[in-house]
């Protein structure tokens, strides 16, 4: 036996072993370490949410919500992340103490918007609700209204348990829903986390890390989050408990030569975490992991393909066995596009597959798109793409560390990668690359911090917990802009509900609604009711064109409208460059002393117009 083949089978049982690394105690931990960390990470937790609830939404910019917190709010982040890293370097692990740890970083990093604005976030959180409550009130899916109503598996789940709780006001919900869902996603990237790393350590870093640079914002009430959980427990329960080869690896010559190179790559297979139930248990699972397929197709129309090439990476590396349920992955979402959403894949052809194998427009092309708006509004995109690159050459780094030391790498990295196979298909709005940077990320945080792990049970040496806390610092300060840069747009005050509600008193059911730019927190209620138009969307538009009071006068021109106009919208036509800067209010003072037009209702938050049509003009 050669060198390098001893040391393969030295690592082999190292990591694959029937005995994996546990966090047994290496020592003894004295008790008031335990307690001033759970003290640290207390105290962090008030003089976090004490320091939002000083924020004065007013003084929201450009940036974002970076220069309106006050200090003491980066104190309480340092706190926590401090208090990590050093529950983390303990000679005995305490999942319970790193859990406690974990919760308060959730709280601080993900609270900022229910605690300073108590609403919820983005206006498509509004429409969510508004879509779930025509579901419970109609007690039917109109496929012809929009989109949404071909993939309803998630409203209908939000629709059951307003009508099962009694809450059919769901803005309480929305509104924590960024905490909530984070927490919900813990447990599965813990046991993700734990079957793709050497050691229970570095799965609790990879989870942290997670949570730190998880800035996309997709974790509001959404059909996204919905399946983004679903998805990442999935992923847990087919490697904790279906992992290995599909297929026996001697069968045919591309078997061996696959298992072969895979083994030369990564012989290292965690065993930590992993399942071995009964057959009848094991039967029942598989069906569960084909029923959180199926949900996750009816719900969205992005995730169900992405988990596509993630589990055909699982399966080529041999990290997943059941052979059929790429295939199965595939024939669910192509069968529901082609019948269960027949009408809207008929009537959006072009839309869905107009840029088909254009991966130029689909990646560069969509991604310069963005560059665009204010100042401020552009040093957030580029501090977003700095972000992403950053967490990209970690895992980079990451996986030749692991490749040099014999630990395992290769799972991780393919399901980093695997998603980006998506680029091809089409633009998705223009916003494909954030998603695909949300899927990857729990595999790619697995390898960012594995340079700075040991490959024992050990805690932390001195230099890697400054290491790791350096990297977090980093990483969660700029997320802090990444993540709440668009705030100003993306954050609503009771100033503009208070307008909704006038308009929906006022507005006799079946009115032409207009928004001046499409971001107004509405269509929480009467979804159906109304006929809702928008003069321009509140999209990147370089060199974009000022609004004109004829367009608005043409929609309204049959019957008449009621125009909208709100400080959201402003903000973003301001941030993104929709409109020229000021163009808004320059619309609005032109346009309201024109023929036809009645200022309905005004307060700080926005206005009302009433534009005359020809059925009821005078």
Avoid at 429 to 455: H, I, K, N, Q
Wanted: some cysteine; proline content about 6%.
């Amino acid at each position: 036996m050669n060198t390098n083949t001893a040391h393969r089978h030295d690592a082999s049982a190292r990591y694959s072993g029937a005995k994996p690394p546990t966090h047994r105690n290496l020592g003894l931990t004295p008790t008031w370490h335990i307690g001033a960390l759970a003290a640290t990470a207390a105290a962090a937790l008030i003089l976090g949410v004490w320091s939002m609830t000083q924020v004065d939404p007013a003084l929201i910019g450009g940036a974002g919500l970076i220069l309106a917190l006050p200090p003491a709010y980066f104190v309480a982040l340092a706190l926590s992340l401090a208090g990590f890293v050093g529950s983390l370097s303990l000679r005995r692990l305490l999942p319970t103490l790193l859990t406690w740890q974990l919760l308060v970083t959730v709280v601080i990093l993900d609270g900022a918007d229910p605690i300073i604005h108590g609403l919820p976030r983005l206006e498509a959180s509004f429409r969510h609700m508004g879509i779930a409550d025509n579901i419970a009130q109609s007690g039917q899916l109109d496929t012809s209204l929009d989109a949404y109503f071909n993939w309803p598996g998630f409203f209908n789940l939000l629709a059951m348990v307003s009508g099962a709780t009694g809450a059919k006001d769901l803005i309480g919900i929305a509104t924590w829903a960024p905490v909530g869902i984070n927490i919900l996603m813990l447990a599965p990237l813990l046991a993700l986390a734990r079957r793709l790393t050497a050691n229970p350590r570095h799965s609790w870093a990879a989870v942290w890390i997670f949570y730190l640079s998880s800035w996309i914002g997709q974790d509001y009430l959404s059909p996204q989050a919905y399946s983004f959980v679903l998805m990442l427990t999935l992923l847990a329960c087919l490697l904790s408990v279906f992992g290995g080869w599909a297929w026996p690896t001697e069968r045919t010559r591309f078997s061996r030569w696959l298992a072969r190179n895979v083994s030369k790559l990564d012989g290292a297979v965690p065993r930590y975490g992993v399942i071995e139930p009964p057959r009848a248990d094991a039967a029942a699972l598989v069906v569960v992991c084909a029923l959180f397929l199926l949900a996750m197709t009816a719900s969205h129309q992005l995730s169900p393909f992405a988990v596509i090439p993630i589990l055909a990476a699982m399966l080529l590396t041999g990290r997943l066995r059941l052979r059929f349920l790429p295939v199965l992955a595939v024939v669910l979402p192509v069968g529901w596009l082609l019948f269960a959403a027949s009408a809207f894949l008929q009537g959006h052809f072009g839309q869905l597959f107009g840029s088909l194998g254009d991966i130029g427009a689909n990646s560069v092309g969509a991604l310069s798109a963005r560059v665009s708006g204010s100042d401020a509004h552009v040093f957030v995109v580029y501090t977003r793409m700095a972000e992403v690159a950053l967490v990209w050459i970690l895992a980079a780094v990451g996986a030749f560390v692991g490749y040099r030391r014999k630990a395992p790498w290769l799972a991780a990295a393919a399901g980093a990668v695997a998603p980006l196979l998506l680029i091809p298909l089409q633009q998705y709005g223009g916003e494909l690359l954030l998603r695909l940077y949300l899927f990857s990320l729990p595999f790619a945080v697995c390898l960012t911090v594995l340079p700075l792990m040991s490959d024992k049970a050990a805690g932390l040496g001195l230099k890697r917990a400054l290491g790791l806390l350096l990297m977090g610092a980093v990483l969660a300060t700029t997320t802090v802009v990444t993540r709440y840069g668009n705030d100003g747009m993306e954050s609503f005050n009771n100033d503009e509900l208070a307008v909704v509600d006038h308009l929906y008193s006022t507005a006799p059911k079946g009115s032409v609604l207009i928004e001046a730019v499409r971001n107004t927190p509405w269509r929480f209620q009467h979804y159906a009711d109304y006929d809702y138009r928008a003069l321009v969307a509140a999209e990147p538009a370089p060199n974009a064109a000022p609004l004109s009071c004829d367009a608005a006068n043409q929609i309204a021109h049959k019957s008449g409208a009621y125009l909208i106009v709100t400080n959201s919208q402003q903000q973003a036509a301001e941030l993104r460059g929709t409109a020229p800067a000021g163009d808004l209010q320059r619309f609005i003072a032109t346009c309201a002393t024109g023929p036809g037009w009645t200022k309905v209702f005004e307060n700080p938050g926005g206005v009302i117009f009433h534009i005359e049509g020809v059925s009821n003009g005078k």
